[in-house]
């Protein structure tokens, strides 16, 4: 793929998400394969395995990709065969054009361990929702059971009088 179009298609990804605005400045940065094999680098946004930017890097080549300051970016690097070798990201903390990330500096991939907003979000909705239910099925339970209560008082009282009212 042409580098324009891998520079337009990654920009127009980035407006689109909303990662980009009018007072946010986009600068390319390269991902550089400094190693002796061929890699695959994928996107890793959500499911790195289904990313739609792929990139097929031989030894030696280079990827520009376009990037906002402030914000991680992760991308798994693996070999063409799919052995995980970890992943780069390419967070800057100020504006770096012309910055390069080598393929050398791939570390472990974040794992399950990062949560995002919504799935703690998700969580306490479920929690909430689990203790109404709960309080719910308590206290009608214990109404019932007053109402049996009652019953069993009134017909243990009518029994009382009548053996008293023969």
């Known amino acids: 793929m042409p580098r324009l179009t891998l520079t ?17 400045e986009v600068f390319s940065v390269s991902i550089v394969n400094d190693t002796a094999s061929n890699v695959v680098v994928r996107d890793c946004a959500d499911f790195c395995s289904s990313s739609p930017l792929t990139l097929n890097l031989q030894s030696g080549s280079r990827a520009p990709i376009n ?6 970016k992760y991308f798994s690097v ?3 065969g799919g052995a995980r ?3 780069v990201d390419l967070y800057f903390a100020a504006p770096s054009p012309g910055a390069s990330v080598p ?7 974040p794992g399950p361990g990062r949560t995002s907003r919504g799935a703690i979000g998700l969580g ?31 017909n243990s009282s009518q029994r009382n009088s009548s053996q008293l009212n023969p």
Do not use: D, K
């Not at 990654?10 to 007072?23: F, R």
């Open 8 to 24: 337009v298609l990654v920009s127009l990804t980035l407006l689109v998400c909303g990662s980009a605005s009018a007072e946010t």
């Open 67 to 72: 990037r906002v300051a402030g914000a991680h």
């Open 78 to 80: 693996t070999t063409v």
């Open 85 to 87: 070798l970890g992943c």
């Open 103 to 109: 393929i050398s500096r791939a570390r472990p991939c």
């Open 124 to 154: 306490i909705l479920v929690a909430l929702t689990i203790a109404v239910v709960v309080y719910r099925r308590r206290r009608s339970g214990s109404q019932r059971s007053s109402s049996q209560r009652n019953s069993s008082e009134r």
